[in-house]
């Protein structure tokens, strides 16, 4: 299994970026998958989760109406669209495949986003 994210960088306070997963090595729509992110010194928190089929999507209550997660199946890839970022948003996020109860058991290296003016 093999995960890896892209897309993050510094934003300013009330910018976007959208982050990028791309899955190898197990079938990718046969999984469901999450994104999960760390805040320096602080545990890992978790973002968002979408079904196999993407019809059914699930977000922490701070996330809800600026995040979005999505996929697509025939390119392998989980993305998430971050709007209207916050500086409290400035964490590390993984990219995880999800094992059982929205719980992961494969993790990305991660991608950064930092946001500051």
């Known amino acids: 299994v093999q995960l890896v994210e892209s897309g993050g960088g510094m934003v300013q306070p009330g910018g976007s970026l959208r982050l990028s997963c791309a899955a190898s090595?197990?079938?990718?729509?046969?999984?469901?998958m999450i994104w999960v992110r760390q805040a320096p010194g602080k545990g890992p928190e978790w973002v968002s989760g979408?079904?196999?089929?993407?019809?059914?999507?699930y977000y922490t209550d701070s996330m809800k109406g600026r995040f979005t997660i999505s996929r697509d199946n025939a390119k392998n890839t989980l993305y998430l669209q971050m709007n209207s970022l916050k500086p409290d948003d400035t964490a590390l996020y993984y990219c995880?495949?999800?094992?059982?109860?929205?719980?992961?058991?494969?993790w990305g290296q991660g991608t950064q986003v930092t946001v500051s003016s």
């Open positions: 979408i079904a196999t089929g993407g019809g059914s999507t």
């Open positions: 090595g197990f079938t990718f729509s046969n999984h469901g």
């Open positions: 995880a495949r999800n094992r059982r109860g929205w719980l992961p058991d494969y």
